[in-house]
Each structure stands twice: as structure tokens, then as C-alpha cells.
């Protein structure tokens, strides 16, 4: 039998190229069991007609299906499909039931949904001013040699890279990478058996937090704090206290010299942005040697350190090996590469792989070839220049927006970052705030997120310039001014 050209559509819902989509149609009627084998495809030209669209197109799809054995081309008989073609299972499903009759309310054992998460709206990218945090802005990126990175790690010399099942191992080209060219600039030094990558900064805390605490062990944690973290900790149930930050991050002498560790961000404070002084590093740090107890350091986004030089990290001051730290490529490169790393002493981080293979074994081999060769090759550190320029002509224009409409800063951050820390006037709710102002497609982050529900704070807002262009961000302040008013 012959199929006739009726039978294949070119849906407008369906994204790619007209080769791409007319692949799509063929094969999945072929193993839907729509096209049987030993069937005649429309010729090319036919196709082309009915579809309206260059013949070539048609011709080098069904090129693509021959190589793929999806068809078979018969000399001048035309194409068929093939006798051999890959073919879905005969399974008879199940009726889907429209009433589950399990209490799961019951049969869950513990609960994650309904966490104090940042929210932010899916299509983030059609408001006019997004002066949310963390988001990647496309003309800062380069697509270009990302991509040449990409192909690079797709070739032979690297198949063992990108197929095997390396178990808990890492990739040693991104390993030595990070050693030998991100570790330096934060003046650390570190083996790469004291090395571990994970999948984001996220993860990275999750795995300490497994490692370090359990229900007879408290952390001490800064106020506000990333609410991420907050979340973490309390699923490990362990005792969790809330020191209050100042203009310089977490003051020591607050701490109750009990705690078994201490998570903080001293370079750009989560999320106020303040910087934690060299005096007040070392000073944590010899608190922590007389009082016994741990330091995770998350250096989140270090690399946006462009108003001056950045400070030391507290771990290239840790003499003891007290601290670990958190570092993640999400800000530098973008958030959705979802790779960051662990640098400790040998025995956590042996401890933190075992529990890395248990859930995921390793972050995919091509993303650590790609991320090594885009680091190699120096792709890395021409785009932290360009972000650094880009943001801090965003920085000294939101400040000037910012004074003009009377707003009140309520952090500053010494290095730079990518963010502000605001206080909204006496009796306004930023999170009312924010639903007013995403009416006039604007976006802001009201800062209760950040605060323990048991002491909410609605004063607060973050804007962040990441992810808006410059020629925005006066009439975007402008309109926050206004709301305000």
C-alpha cells in the first residue's frame, strides 16, 4: 500500500526545522503503528507539493530515516518503510482511574512540597523589568564557542567521557580545572582528592547537611538566609538557630560556641549582599578552632567581585580544615548548567562521594567535558569580563534610579554581586507590593522568603540586575517608585 501525502501534517505547535519536523511525522507514525512495514512513502515531490515546502527538504529527511532504518529506499520504486524499523511494544494500558482510593496523606512519611521557595513565574522573560536574581541574560552569553565546547566534547577522543558510567568519579580534565584555574583566584589550594562536584550549589549544601547533622546536632545559620538552606536543614532535623547579620555579615560573638556548624555566605551575604571583612574571617575562624565546630562556606557568586578586588575566601584562611566550601558555576556561566563543587578534607568529601553515587552517581559526563573545555580554552574568563563591565554599568545605574526615586538600600554589598537588599516604607507589604507591580510587568522578590515563618518580615524586597538590560532599569525603578507613592 501506499501512504498517501494527506496523512502527513506539518503541525506549527512542533519546534524545529522543516527536516527536523518531517522526521518527527514519519516516525512517529511508524511506531504508532499508523505506517506498517513494506509501505510506500509519498514521493518527494508529492510530499513537497502537499506541504508546500522545497522538494531538497523532503528528499534529505527521508535521507535521515534510510540512515536510521526507519525506511528503506527501493532504487526508482521510492521510499518504504522498513521491514526492520524500530517498533513500539504491543502493551494494552491500563484505563487511568479517576479517583485514587490510597490515602497518601497517610502513606507519605515525610513532606517536601509547600518548602519557603523563591517563587518566580515561569515566563519571567515576557515583563518588561525582571529585576529577579539569578536569571541568565542571552546577550551576556556566548552561545558561540559554548557550543564549539559542546561539539568538541561530542567526538571520539572524548566518547569515554560522555558514554561511560564513571560511578562516583569525576571528570579529572573539569577536576583539574577547577584545582589548577577557579581555586587560585580564591586564593585556596587544594588536591583533587579534596575535590567533588555535584549539581548546583543546591546540592552541594544538601550533601553537607546529610554528612554533618543529625538530630543531636545543631547549625547555626544567618538572618535572613538563603530559604533554600533553611529548607535543608530542617529536613535533617537537626537543632537549627538564626544569628542576625549586620552590615558585615554574621558577627561572631553572637555565636552560643555549641553548634556543630556554621553555614554562611561572607562574600556576598544571601541576601543582602553585605561582605564579610577579612578581620571578622579570621576572627570566625578562630572562634571556630576554640569552640569545636565546622564552617560551610558558600561562595555562591564570588565571581561577580567587580567593584573591587574580593576578599580572601575564609577557606584559603583555614589553617585547620574547618571549613568546607561551596562553589557553582551557576552565576558565572548559567543557573540552568546545574554544576557546582565541594572542596574539604579528604574524609568528608570521601564521605560526601559515597552519598553522591547513592543518588546520582556523577553530574553527566558531556556537561563536565563541555564546562572543562569552555575553562581550557579561556571562553570562561572572557565572559566573566564581559558579565563584570555589563554589571557594573547596571550597578551604578540602579543606584542612581534607585536615589532619584527615594528608595532605601538596606544592604550593600563591598564587592559588587548581581542584587540590592531594599526596605520598603513603614506599613507596606512588599509581597502586596509585588502583585501591584506585576500588573504594570514588573518584577520584584519580596524579601519574607529569606525570614523564619516563626518571625515573618514583609518590609523587605530584592532587585536584582542580572537579568534586566540597562536601558531598562530607570523606567523599571521608576515604576516601583511610583507604586510606592
Not at 490510597?102 to 519571567?124: C, E, K, V, Y
Not at 585556596?188 to 544538601?206: D, F, H, K, S, Y
Request: net charge neutral.
Amino acid at each position: 500500500m501506499a501512504i498517501p501525502p494527506e496523512m502527513l501534517h506539518l503541525d506549527p505547535r512542533v519546534e524545529g526545522t522543516l527536516q527536523e519536523r518531517i522526521q518527527q511525522i514519519v516516525t512517529a507514525g511508524i511506531l504508532t503503528g499508523r505506517f506498517k512495514p513494506g509501505e510506500r512513502l509519498p514521493s518527494s515531490r508529492k510530499l513537497a507539493e502537499h506541504l508546500g515546502i522545497s522538494r531538497i527538504t523532503v528528499t534529505l529527511a527521508y535521507t535521515e530515516l534510510v540512515a536510521n532504518d526507519y525506511l528503506e529506499a527501493r532504487g526508482r520504486s521510492g521510499y518504504f518503510v522498513s521491514l526492520t524499523a524500530p517498533q513500539l511494544p504491543d502493551l494494552r494500558q491500563s484505563e487511568p482511574s479517576a479517583d485514587s482510593e490510597i490515602d497518601w496523606n497517610r502513606r507519605i512519611g515525610q513532606h517536601f512540597s509547600g518548602l519557603s521557595t523563591l517563587g518566580r513565574p515561569a515566563d519571567w522573560q515576557r515583563f518588561r523589568f525582571p529585576f529577579i536574581y539569578g536569571q541568565t541574560d542571552p546577550a551576556l552569553f556566548d552561545h558561540g564557542n559554548w557550543r564549539l565546547c559542546a561539539i568538541r566534547a561530542l567526538g571520539v577522543k572524548d566518547f569515554d567521557a560522555l558514554t561511560a558510567d564513571h560511578y562516583e568519579r569525576d571528570d579529572p580534565m573539569l577536576i583539574d580545572r577547577i584545582v589548577s584555574q577557579i581555586l587560585p583566584r580564591r586564593g585556596i589550594a587544594a588536591r583533587p582528592e579534596e575535590v567533588l562536584l555535584t549539581m548546583g550549589a543546591q546540592n552541594a549544601l544538601w550533601i553537607t547537611a546529610q554528612v554533618l547533622l543529625t538530630q543531636r546536632r545543631k547549625a547555626a545559620v544567618e538572618a535572613p538566609c538563603y530559604p533554600g538552606l533553611r529548607d535543608i536543614l530542617d529536613q535533617t532535623r537537626c537543632h537549627m538557630v538564626q544569628v542576625p547579620v549586620d552590615g558585615e555579615g554574621l558577627p561572631p560573638d553572637l555565636l552560643q560556641g555549641d553548634e556543630d556548624a556554621v553555614f554562611i555566605t561572607p562574600s556576598h551575604q544571601a541576601p543582602t549582599g553585605s561582605t564579610m571583612p577579612t578581620e571578622r574571617r579570621r576572627a570566625l575562624l578562630e572562634r571556630a578552632g576554640r569552640d569545636d565546630f565546622l564552617v560551610v562556606e558558600d561562595d555562591y557568586d564570588f565571581e561577580m567581585s567587580f567593584w573591587r578586588s574580593p576578599s580572601p575566601a575564609l577557606k584559603s584562611l583555614d589553617a585547620e580544615g574547618r571549613v568546607i566550601y561551596i562553589g557553582s558555576f551557576s552565576k558565572s556561566i548559567f543557573p540552568g548548567l546545574r554544576l557546582g563543587y565541594l572542596v574539604a578534607p579528604e574524609p568528608f568529601i570521601r564521605e560526601a562521594r559515597a552519598l553522591r553515587a547513592l543518588v546520582l552517581r556523577h553530574p553527566p559526563g558531556h556537561i563536565q567535558r563541555t564546562t572543562a573545555y569552555f575553562l581550557s580554552l579561556g571562553y570562561y574568563d572572557a565572559q566573566l569580563n564581559r558579565m563584570s563591565r555589563a554589571f557594573k554599568r547596571r550597578r551604578l545605574e540602579m543606584e542612581e534610579a534607585i536615589g532619584r526615586e527615594g528608595l532605601t538600600i538596606a544592604g550593600h554589598g563591598a564587592q559588587g554581586g548581581s542584587s540590592f537588599w531594599l526596605r520598603a516604607p513603614q506599613g507596606v507589604d512588599t509581597r502586596e507590593l509585588a502583585h501591584t507591580l506585576r500588573a504594570r510587568s514588573v518584577l520584584i522578590e519580596p524579601g519574607s522568603a529569606f525570614f523564619n515563618g516563626e518571625a515573618p518580615d514583609h518590609q523587605h524586597f530584592r532587585l536584582s540586575y542580572s537579568s534586566i538590560r540597562s536601558k531598562m532599569i530607570s523606567e523599571g525603578i521608576a515604576e516601583i517608585g511610583a507604586a510606592l507613592s
